[in-house]
């Protein structure tokens, strides 16, 4: 993992997040998006001691939550549900 991967992936996503409206715009998609950044969250997760792993998952967690929140399934992307829920998220209406 790169040297402040954790710090670089919260920050994208708190970008993402501090947009305005209910939707996320597509742009953040982009990559290395959100996505990208949820990826390299769940990698970390892999790897961290019990303490720290604790809390990013808290974290994690919360992210889950607004990203869940501020997208929709997207039926026509089955095929990336091999990767992780995030990526089968329809990025706008």
């Given at each position: ?55 990013l ?26 990767f ?10």
């Open positions: 993992m790169r040297p402040n991967a954790v710090c670089h992936a919260l920050s994208r996503i708190e970008s993402a997040f501090r947009q305005p409206g209910r939707y996320l715009d597509v742009s953040v998609f982009w990559s290395p998006g959100i996505n990208d950044a949820r990826d390299d969250l769940e990698w970390a997760m892999l790897h961290l001691p019990p303490g720290a792993k604790r809390d998952g808290r974290l994690i967690t919360r992210i889950d939550d607004e990203l869940e929140r501020r997208t929709l399934p997207e039926p026509n992307n089955i095929q990336l549900a091999t992780s829920w995030w990526w089968t998220r329809m990025r706008e209406r």
